[in-house]
């Protein structure tokens, strides 16, 4: 006679079996596909790489501008007309490196929204319906699940950071080999190791937060309202850094020697994207400069930070948040 309770547990199974290492993986896979299938997060993935988009409509403009010129020239058989030409291909004095950084540093407030939309509520919304315990009632550990939702979190963001990137590149590669492109290809790892690194700062914070919340809302405020006062800081200090300095600039020569204050420096990147940007620059090896192809001015840029400084700090924030999040993944929550 069949029991009106249904047997739910694992004896009457007669499916396949993976092997115990790959149960995070379920975990980590179920939290990816959730947020490739939402239609926003590939709308902000677009967003972010609008730098792109607008660096290379300015490159195609300024092409324009250079045959029409390159034609006029010829036509009216004017002297110099090479001169003319390489005076308006600007394109070929390029730093490409730094258009990857720009890429990357401007679209940082869409990789927010990402992270927002794709791990505010990674815990807090299974701390509100008490799903860790049905989690850890499954052949499933402690480690599984912390592991299986870090990863469920940071491959949707290095996915959503590294795809306009990888567009540009590619796109690079094809169209502007001739133009010194080619000479920084090998800069493109450097880039995806920056991503890597923002991603899983991102990533570990939202997990603390979040396990720390029943709310997925409330954690997304928390982190939002942290990322934005410690922003503020940074640009404060960006604007001590443009304010001239009394005694300080004297001209040398052709040079101008500007002294700042030693401190501003890595107050600068004190900061969620500061960090992020910072181990950009340290892994492209370029300060920075202006952007969307203008003339750099070496007293508005901040220089790059001691990459291996960057890298434990970033480390030691991924490893406290993340602590705090093993400490919060509980099987049993006790009631007096």
């Not at 401007?106 to 008490?130: E, M």
């Not at 997925?216 to 940074?234: D, S």
């Not at 202006?290 to 400084?309: H, I, R, S, W």
Request: glycine share 8%.
């Amino acid at each position: 006679m069949a029991s009106p309770i249904a047997d739910l547990s694992y004896r009457s199974y007669d499916g396949p079996l993976n092997p115990p290492s790959a149960r995070w993986w379920v975990i980590a896979k179920v939290h990816t596909l959730k947020a490739f299938r939402n239609r926003f997060y590939w709308l902000f993935v677009g967003l972010s790489g609008w730098y792109y988009l607008v660096i290379l409509t300015v490159i195609f403009i300024m092409q324009m501008v250079s045959s029409n010129a390159t034609d006029l020239a010829s036509g009216a058989g004017v002297t110099g007309s090479s001169e003319i030409v390489r005076q308006i291909q600007f394109i070929d004095r390029f730093l490409w490196k730094n258009q990857f950084l720009h890429g990357f540093s401007f679209g940082q407030l869409t990789y927010l929204i990402i992270a927002l939309l794709v791990g505010a509520g990674a815990v807090a919304n299974d701390n509100r319906a008490n799903a860790l315990l049905v989690y850890l009632s499954k052949p499933c550990t402690k480690w599984d699940y912390v592991v299986g939702k870090f990863f469920g979190v940071w491959i949707p963001l290095v996915t959503a950071m590294a795809v306009p990137s990888l567009v540009f590149f590619l796109y690079g590669m094809m169209s502007y080999r001739q133009h010194g492109f080619a000479l920084y290809a090998g800069a493109f790892p450097a880039v995806l190791g920056a991503m890597a690194m923002a991603a899983a700062l991102h990533t570990s914070i939202l997990l603390g937060i979040s396990s720390l919340m029943k709310q997925g809302r409330i954690a997304g405020i928390l982190y939002g309202a942290l990322y934005m006062i410690t922003n503020i800081f940074t640009v404060m200090i960006l604007v001590f850094w443009l304010q001239p300095v009394p005694d300080a600039r004297r001209d040398l020569g052709s040079s101008v020697v500007v002294d700042r204050n030693p401190l501003l420096q890595p107050a600068f990147y004190s900061s969620i994207d500061g960090l992020n940007i910072g181990m950009a620059k340290s892994l492209l090896n370029v300060d920075g400069g202006n952007a969307f192809g203008m003339p750099p001015d070496p007293l508005t840029v901040v220089p790059a930070p001691n990459g291996f400084a960057v890298f434990w700090i970033m480390s030691a924030i991924c490893a406290f948040w993340l602590y705090i999040f093993w400490r919060r993944v509980r099987a049993v929550e006790v009631v007096n």
